[in-house]
């Protein structure tokens, strides 16, 4: 982000006009300089917009004027528009010039407007003047690009703040990663194109009737309806007697675009499927005509990948970019979470204690009511009484219906009328009360009164009779949006998601803008066309491309489209029309959508500001662990104590002391006798609280008076020696090793037995466990102990800490804290209840029988498989297996399998195959019973049932269990064998279905995945709420306007309720074919009863109706129809209504739910509160994790040939050979292959030369990797296995030639497709993506699948035998468990599921009743209601978002920017390329000798340069050798280590883990320079040794030095000799001194007796530079610190400075023992030591430590 701020300064700001306006400013045209001009062409611009959408033969028609009023406003405009361009071509130039016009863009578009103006004109004048062109001509298709000239509006509007150079490098990554992902998306489709030519081909055989003429099919020679069917016996759907099975040859305009003839066809087909509209038809085409199974992977598979993965990879990409835009375009939308400030009279403060109300602003005007009246108003009273107010009004709304029995319409809302005359008289006097309170300027400052006078003076208006059921009831139904202000939560909800208005208006603006613009175009394009009405007037242009961004039906807008333009001009043009509107749906669908998206969690995302003090805050809630204890176990403290007696007869220091019972001591000392108290205090002697008794940890002593026998002592001394036993008994317990509280000095303890002091854990064990017989002291528990036993040391911290390193020690002590009274509690209680954790209350706690039991249920598979010798974990093949063996234990194993099993015999019931009457399912029944039986009583006799802390029903899913356990039970013993209809027994089998939930409690990742849902319910449901509110208004509204006014005669041709009795002919529905009849065929037609009544599927004559057809429209279905009833019925007016809700409900309302969840997850994860910095390294952790070593051989130098091969395979010309030999062999599949075909031999054979291509590249690769190094690479793995198969496919085509044998040659070439995202590094990481959402989401998945599970059970009950319908039919029911999963997962995709939730609600007389529920054919409305709309909501709007959440979540951590990464791909690229040069064997681990080896040839970020970074470069090699104690490393320490040092861990890191890094690092910077210092001790001994041998050199040491320097000398004589004599136990003392990371040395005041375990000096962690950048207070002392006499003393060492004094190592090694980071204090001669130093830290140093690495590089 540096960079980027400075990339701010010095460059121009984009101005709110084009650059050829900047310039016109310096012109000479004056006129064009001024900004009425300006603004008078803009406004030009948009007239031209109306004059174009005006421009169409249907609206001249309607509108005559129009055709002069359209050529005048296009005449003037484009003189204007002609005018500027000759202006501005005369200032600038045409061609030459400073700028000239032409090479400017924006100047080239305005030239262009111009053009396509001029040409609009000219053509209107052929038309209206001359009739040289006809008015239905395909030439208006020219007036199309005119509606772009809005553009030079909207360029207004772009104001930036921002460099131009920045935004288009912002606008170039996004638009290359929206290309990426494009390209992502094609290769799906590309492969279930193929797929689709290959497995269904042509769909084209229909059942026809036996005498029908093949080459003369019509209408009449189909089955009614039009059923495809299988010329296959065994296979697809065979037809019914007299008709037979045939293809038919018919033309695409007349059998439609869908099929999987071609690849073009293919990828047309599966595009429309991914769009989740009428993929259905198609599955179920194919499933008749072929072998069910190809059709239901081929279409689940398709919608999962296509539309629930990689679809939604655009949101993460369309997230991510405006997150990134929205720091840049920070001054567009202003600043987020700022609130407006209003003077207000009172404002609700709230704390932990409650809420109030705080005057503020006494001095602000107001009205003139007395101040009585104030108070009133800013009353709660007052307040309720306005909210109850406009709840019944809401009510009296609602209450509002209307019949169809003959009555006028005006009679139903007569009373109604007075009713609403009254609460607009009382909301009238409500306004004008606050006005005359707070004065006419007080009231007018706060939005809220703004929007409440609006409300009054519009319902006030209202009140007009011809105006009461208008428009203007909008003013009334938007009183319950006050409803929101009651409520604070939800208020601050909706300021959240709205309150920065600028974005969501921005975004609905641009929206808006798009489709007009898009309307006018496509209107005229099209308009041209005869007898279609879908782009005849703007309007209907519009409405038709709003349906296209709903995707509601949008693919019959573009078949009929298609098909009109083959009829009106030519067959050539149909697929570019397809390609036209395809491009824009995915556009509008995909980015468009997208976009709000990623508003809606921009709204919910904090700024960067907060999110570390959110972190601090939610660091702090989380260790407030909750110290009640459940109710449950609550209910024992209501009950008097029994506890155990215990004697004691010697103190605990006699021998070792189990634990004393703390709960019955405290208890015997808190007895209050007043007496006793009274009389304490009279002597003076204070109570617990006041006594000398200390907590502290101390060494354990002898009492020095023994303690009295109870009976003949008094109070005092009885409390006093009862204090000192447990005074006593904690300190051995503290050293012993044992847990538990230990209490602090100072504080005394609470009545309720836990002491109100900080207590801390020494041990994370059990508070239980015992310590009788331990007697081994832990070295563990020494550490935090002072040598007077105080306990003190234990949270101290080094002085180098700052202050808010120390909150997270208070947050852990203040968790511990927590943790250990909740335990305390739950252990006084065990203590002093004998029936306190007793399963039952009849088995005893430590029972064998209890022990067993706990053994059977807790018993698991153990995956910690340990070495013997070296206690070490062995590394197990398969480790994921094993893990997974060990997810739950044994018991739960079996109950998984056995409910497993429950589930499949639960499928297997039907109506015709009921459990009462098979045997089988009894049994299987009744094992499930005996099996939970037995699981449940194993669990209750081990843990209990309510009154245990681990009890079975501890919490919902225990009561779950339970619930399911007695519903089958009671099953199992009841068995009705009669059950009717919506009784009591279809209930019991209802609540049977829960039996798959089962699983959700016995996995522990489902079962977190559902309490991550039930975390976010919060959110989820203020969502609803607002929902609720928004479904509320608009149906309210909907009933007020339109409630009585829908219901017609179902014959199209009466028109009064009157006459719509009889019978009349209706057509029947056949085909969406288009076929015709002969000449004396007629349309199937069958007679029909005329009815009046409303439209079948919605009405709005009640709240009710209205509610459920707007929350059907809310999934993008049934508004259509409401759409078209509206328009046929009331007008196309009317349809305004339905089109505002549906922006509003779906646009903005669905993304909400799709926001909240992905809010949600990404907080349960962890990562909502990160910052950037920190998101970033959390997904570089996860990055580098799955990053694993290229496993390519390096180059064999040794040998000609096979270097040449591996040279070879290794150009990039080569592997582009294979990657187009691999497409071109994915291209032959472009075509069905087919035995009879003849292309398909040809085909054939160049597929067999092509794997023949492959087969060389596999034995190139085999001879320059040698065998071994080839195998290693999974990526080599899988191209031999597809090589190996596709050589036992040629074996086979030349041998056999069946289509099984083509089948499997096509499998062949489908499987060496997918390597080509394994040769472009786009595709891969977007495979990765893909792949590991795909795995992370697997437990959501399972979970969705036991939901739907669960669901098609009851539906198999519910709706098994229910009669066809519109949406129920032959392939959709529910009369197998089967066929009701396909429904559901039908539904999932919203696939009319409106249309099987009304058949499912048939009732008499449209049904026939039964006895039984499998004997009727009827439906259930309220069961039907609530199973639809509960299964919608969950799957939809919940559950599949958590998928988009997963998808977001791998985006950004496989497809980060390189730009914006810690660490690019590039750099570990680069890393993984040097590991494989040294880790020559491949195996993954190299010597730690070798990592300088690596440091040295990294490039890129990782680069170190051991002369610049001598330091950084010592201490990475030290890192590394300390992590296994000098042994091997692997792959990932090194790159871990790398990854650390490579970014600023201050910004990256969590508080938790930069405590942790900056301790290593400490650490390591201490061992470095105590190693380093040492090694130059070392070398000076070696240079003393050596001068003692050349006595010139000594007398000149003799001369230049006094004797001081003699008895130097000597004493490291005497070091070298008990060095030489210990020299092969040196490299073992090394190791010890360093695992110890000190050295003792004992300070004397001699310099020639220096003492301790070694006799060298220890220098400080770093060098005086960096410790006086780093320790500046510390830098300081040491200056002061000097002695006076060193200078004197010092001995001159030349080379490099050597030379230290005894006293400065003895101040350096009291500060190391001692455990603080200061700096040497130096004594004279510091310059010396400083330039020692700076030659020392290099990794050339002659030191012991690098020429231990040197030596093996």
């Known amino acids: 982000m540096l960079g980027r701020k400075q990339s701010l300064r010095g460059e121009h700001i984009l101005a709110d006009f084009g650059p050829e306006e900047i310039l016109n400013e310096s012109s000479d045209i004056d006129w064009a300089n001024k900004r009425w001009i300006r603004w008078l062409l803009r406004i030009c611009s948009l007239v031209s917009l109306v004059s174009v959408s005006a421009n169409t033969p ?543 969690l921009d709204n919910l995302e904090l700024d960067e500001d907060f999110k570390k003090l959110k972190q601090m805050k939610a660091r702090e809630q989380s260790a407030g662990i909750q110290e009640t204890l459940p109710l449950r176990l609550r209910v024992f403290e209501k009950f008097p104590d029994r506890p155990t007696m215990a004697k004691l007869h010697k103190v605990p220091s006699d021998f070792s002391l189990p634990k004393v019972r703390e709960s019955f001591m405290r208890q015997y000392l808190e007895e209050e006798q007043e007496e006793e108290d009274g009389l304490a205090k009279a002597r003076g002697v204070g109570g617990l609280e006041d006594s000398a008794i200390s907590y502290r940890k101390r060494r354990p002593i002898k009492l020095l008076t023994p303690i009295s026998h109870p009976r003949n002592a008094d109070y005092e001394k009885k409390k006093t020696g009862v204090s000192n036993i447990i005074c006593d008994a904690n300190n051995q317990r503290l050293l012993l090793g044992d847990s538990g509280q230990i209490p602090l000095p100072g504080k005394g303890t609470h009545s309720h037995g836990t002491i109100s002091s900080k207590h801390v854990r020494l041990d994370p064990k059990s508070i239980r466990r015992s310590v009788r017989g331990s007697v081994k002291l832990k070295q563990q528990n020494y550490d935090h102990l002072k040598e007077n036993g105080d306990i003190g040391a234990m949270n101290r911290t080094s002085s180098s800490r700052k202050p808010q390193d120390l909150d997270i020690k208070m947050l852990q002590a203040k968790r511990q804290q927590a943790e250990m009274r909740r335990n305390q509690r739950e252990e006084d209680l065990r203590e002093n209840h004998p029936y306190f954790d007793t399963p039952l209350f009849a088995i005893g706690r430590e029972s064998r029988f209890r022990k067993l039991c706990q053994l059977i249920v807790y018993s698991r598979y153990d995956t910690s498989h340990k070495d013997p010798i070296t206690g070490k974990e062995r590394k197990l093949k398969y480790k994921r297996l094993h893990n997974l063996l060990a997810l739950v234990t044994y018991l739960d194993w079996l109950m998984i399998l056995v409910t497993t099993l429950s589930c499949i015999s639960l499928m297997l019931e039907a109506a015709e195959y009921r459990i009462t009457e098979q045997p089988m399912l009894q049994i299987a029944e009744y094992a499930f019973v005996v099996f939970m039986s037995l699981e449940l009583s194993l669990k209750i006799l081990a843990d209990g049932l309510l009154f245990t802390p681990k009890a079975l029903i501890r919490d919902m899913a225990g009561v779950l269990d339970l619930f399911i356990y007695m519903v089958s039970l009671v099953f199992s013993c009841w068995m009705p064998k009669h059950v009717p209809p919506q009784s009591g027994a279809q209930l019991l089998l209802i609540l049977r279905c829960l039996r798959p939930l089962r699983i959700f409690n016995l996995v522990p990742h489902m079962r977190k995945v559902v309490s991550e849902l039930c975390k976010g319910f919060k959110e989820i449901l203020l969502v609803s709420v607002l929902l609720i509110v928004l479904l509320f208004v608009f149906a309210s509204y909907g009933v007020q306007m339109y409630g009585g006014r829908l219901a017609r005669c179902n014959d199209p041709t009466i028109t009064e309720r009157k006459d719509c009795v ?188 092509l794997n023949f291509v492959f087969v060389v590249e596999v034995v190139m690769k085999l001879i320059a990797f040698t065998p071994r190094g080839y195998w290693q690479s999974r990526r080599n793995r899988y191209d031999l296995f597809v090589t190996v198969l596709g050589v036992v496919w040629i074996i086979l085509n030349y041998t056999v030639q069946t289509d099984e044998s083509h089948m499997f040659g096509f499998l062949v070439i489908i499987l060496r497709f997918f390597t080509i995202t394994g040769k472009h590094a786009t595709l891969k990481m977007l495979m990765l993506t893909v792949g590991v959402s795909v795995y992370k989401s697997f437990f959501i998945i399972m979970g969705m699948f036991l939901l739907i599970l669960s669901y098609a059970l009851a539906g198999c009950i519910l709706f098994g035998t229910v009669k066809y319908g519109e949406g129920i039919g032959r392939q959709a029911n529910f009369q197998t468990a089967t066929n009701g999963i396909t429904l559901l997962f039908r539904i999932v995709t919203g696939e009319d599921w409106n249309k099987i939730m009304h058949d499912c609600m048939v009732a008499p007389p449209f049904c026939t009743p039964g006895s039984n529920f499998w004997e009727t054919d009827c439906g259930n409305f309220t069961g039907s209601l609530i199973f639809f709309c509960t299964f919608y909501v969950i799957i939809t709007y919940i559950v599949l978002n958590l998928l988009v959440a997963i998808i977001m979540e791998n985006f950004s951590l496989f497809y980060s920017n390189e730009e914006d990464a810690l660490l690019s791909y590039a750099d570990i690229r680069n890393f993984q390329n040097t590991w494989n040069v040294v880790d020559v064997n491949q195996r993954g681990v190299i010597p730690v000798r070798k990592i300088k080896f690596i440091l040295r040839l990294l490039k890129g970020r990782l680069e170190v340069d051991p002369e610049k970074d001598r330091l950084l470069f010592k201490h990475m090699c030290y890192e590394l050798e300390r992590l296994h104690n000098g042994d091997d490393v692997t792959f990932h320490d090194v790159l871990n280590m790398l990854s650390y040092r490579s970014v600023d861990i201050r910004k990256s890191l969590q508080l938790e883990e930069l405590m942790a890094r900056e301790e290593l690092e400490y650490i390591i910077e201490e061992e470095v320079a105590k190693q380093t210092i040492r090694n130059w001790l070392d070398n000076c001994l070696k240079r003393i040794r050596a001068q003692k041998e050349q006595s010139s050199l000594l007398d000149r040491l003799r001369e230049t030095n006094d004797a001081l320097i003699v008895g130097l000398h000597e004493d490291k004589k005497t070091q070298i000799q008990d060095k030489e004599k210990e020299s092969e136990n040196k490299e073992g003392e090394r190791t010890r001194e360093r695992k110890k990371g000190m050295i003792m040395v004992t300070r004397t005041d001699s310099m020639s007796s220096i003492s301790g375990g070694r006799k060298f000096l220890a220098p400080t962690p770093s060098d005086t530079s960096l410790r006086g950048e780093k320790h500046p207070r510390h830098d300081s002392k040491s200056r002061k610190g000097k002695p006076s006499g060193g200078s004197k003393n010092l001995p001159h060492v030349i080379e490099g400075g050597e030379g230290i004094t005894a006293g400065t190592g003895g101040q350096l090694s009291s500060d190391i023992t001692s455990n603080k980071a200061v700096l040497p204090r130096s004594a004279s001669g510091s310059g010396e030591v400083r330039e020692w130093w700076r030659e020392q830290v290099g990794y050339n140093s002659g030191s012991d430590f690098s020429d231990g690495t040197d030596k093996d590089d």
């Open 1062 to 1249: 009889g019978v009349f002919i209706r057509k029947i529905f056949v085909t969406k074919m288009k076929l015709e009849l002969n000449e004396n065929e007629k349309y199937p037609a069958m007679l029909v009863p005329r009815v009046w009544a409303n439209p079948r599927r919605f009405n709005f004559d009640n709240i009710g109706h209205a509610m459920l057809a707007l929350f059907e429209v809310l999934s993008f279905k049934g508004w259509l129809d409401i759409r078209d009833v509206l328009k046929i019925r009331l007008g196309i007016a009317s349809t305004v209504y339905i089109h505002i809700f549906v922006f509003l409900g779906c646009m903005i309302g669905l993304t909400l739910f799709v926001g909240v969840v992905i809010a949600n997850y990404s907080e349960n994860k962890g990562t909502a509160l990160l910052t950037v910095d920190q998101r970033r390294w959390c997904d570089l952790k996860k990055r580098l994790k799955i990053a694993q070593p290229l496993h390519l051989p390096p180059r064999p130098d040794g040998r000609a040939f096979r270097a040449f091969i591996y040279d070879v395979t290794q150009n990039i010309y080569f592997k582009r050979f294979v990657a187009v030999s691999v497409i071109i062999n994915s291209s032959l599949l472009c075509v069905a292959w087919n035995k009879k075909d003849e292309p398909t031999k040809s085909l054939a054979i160049v597929s067999s030369l």
């Open 58 to 600: 249907r609206s001249k028609e309607l509108y005559p004027s129009l055709q002069y009023i359209t050529f005048c406003s296009d005449l003037a405009i484009t003189f204007f528009f002609t005018v500027e361009m000759v202006a501005k071509m005369q200032a600038r130039g045409i061609l030459k010039g400073e700028v000239p016009y032409l090479k400017d863009r924006w100047c080239q578009y305005d030239a262009s407007m111009v053009f396509f103006l001029w040409i609009s004109v000219i053509l209107q004048m052929f038309e209206e003047m001359f009739d040289w062109v006809d008015k239905h001509s395909y030439l208006s298709v020219l007036r199309a690009p005119r509606p772009l000239i809005v553009v030079r509006l909207i360029r207004i509007f772009l104001k930036f703040s921002m460099p131009k150079n920045r935004l288009k490098q912002i606008i170039k990554r996004s638009s290359q990663q929206i290309y990426n992902v494009t390209l992502f998306f094609l290769f799906f489709m590309s492969l279930y194109g193929l797929l689709g030519v290959q497995l269904f081909g042509e769909l084209q055989n229909h059942c026809v009737k036996n005498d029908t003429d093949i080459k003369n099919v019509t209408l009449n020679s189909l089955a009614i309806p039009d059923t495809f069917c299988s010329t296959e016996a065994d296979s697809g759907y065979q037809c019914p007697t007299g008709m037979k099975c045939v293809p038919l040859e018919l033309a695409k305009k007349v059998s439609g675009f869908n099929g999987f003839k071609n690849f073009a066809t293919s990828i047309f087909t599966v595009y429309q499927a991914a769009s989740q509209e009428g993929w259905v038809l198609i599955m179920y085409q194919a499933i008749d005509s072929l072998p069910s199974w190809r059709a239901t992977f081929f279409f689940t598979t398709m919608i999962f990948f296509l539309s629930w993965l990689v679809k939604n990879v655009f949101i993460a990409v369309i997230t991510e970019t405006f997150n990134e835009m929205r720091v840049q375009f920070q001054q567009i939308w202003g600043l987020r979470g700022h609130i407006q400030e209003e003077r207000t009279t009172q404002v609700l403060s709230g704390d932990d204690h409650g809420w109030k109300l705080l005057y503020v602003d006494d001095n602000k005007p107001r009205g003139w009511a007395p101040k009585f009246c104030m108070k009133v108003v800013v009353s709660a009273g007052y307040y309720l009484l306005i909210m109850a107010a406009i709840v019944a009004n809401a009510i009296a709304a609602a209450s509002l219906s209307f019949k169809h029995d003959g009555r006028k319409r005006e009679e139903f809302y007569h009373y109604y009328y007075y009713i609403e005359v009254g609460f607009t008289i009382f909301f009238n006097l409500e306004v004008i009360f606050k006005m005359w309170c707070l004065g006419l300027r007080g009231y007018w400052r706060l939005s809220i009164h703004k929007f409440e006078l609006l409300l009054a003076v519009g319902t006030t208006v209202r009140l007009i009779p011809y105006l009461f059921m208008t428009s203007f009831t909008y003013f009334q139904v938007l009183r319950v949006v006050r409803l929101i202000k009651a409520s604070p939560i939800l208020e601050d909800f909706v300021y959240k998601i709205f309150g920065p208005g600028k974005k969501l208006g921005s975004l609905i603006l641009f929206t808006m803008c798009l489709l007009l613009i898009a309307s006018s175009i496509s209107m005229q394009l099209f308009c041209f066309l005869d007898d279609y009405d879908k782009f005849e007037t703007f309007a209907h242009a519009f409405m038709s491309m709003f349906q296209i961004l709903t995707q509601e039906g949008w693919v019959e807008v573009m078949d009929e489209t298609m098909i009109k333009t083959m009829n009106g001009t030519t067959d050539e043009i149909a697929p570019i029309v397809a390609i036209y509107f395809i491009l824009y749906h995915l556009f509008v669908t995909l980015i468009v959508l997208s976009l709000f998206v990623a508003v809606i």
